[in-house]
C-alpha cells in the first residue's frame, strides 16, 4: 500500500517549521506548552503527537494545520511552501 510521504520521507510538510517556530517564542514554548495551546482552540492533542509531528513521523491534519497558524500568526502557504 502506498503512504504519503514528503521528499524527505517525512509525512509531513510543516514539523520542521513547526518546531521552528515553537522555539523562536519568546518565552520559549515546550511541546508540552504547545499541546495545551491548541487544547484551548479545540484541538485533543498531547505532547507525544506534538513531537511526532515535528520529527515527520505523524500526519499535521488541517484543522491542526488552521490552528497552528492562528498561534503562530503565519499563513498556511508558511508550512505548506518550500
Do not use: W
Not at 479545540?42 to 509531528?53: P, T
Not at 500526519?59 to 491542526?64: F, G, L, P, S
Amino acid at each position: 500500500m502506498f503512504k504519503h510521504k514528503a521528499k524527505d520521507g517525512t509525512r509531513n510538510l510543516s514539523g520542521k517549521k513547526m518546531m521552528a517556530l515553537r522555539v523562536a517564542m519568546s518565552p520559549k514554548v515546550s511541546q508540552r506548552k504547545l499541546a495545551e495551546m491548541l487544547q484551548l482552540h479545540g484541538v485533543d492533542i498531547d505532547k507525544a503527537a506534538i513531537r511526532r509531528m515535528e520529527n515527520g513521523e505523524r500526519y499535521v491534519t488541517d484543522i491542526e494545520l488552521k490552528v497552528l497558524c492562528e498561534i503562530f500568526r503565519v499563513s498556511a502557504d508558511f508550512f505548506l511552501g518550500d
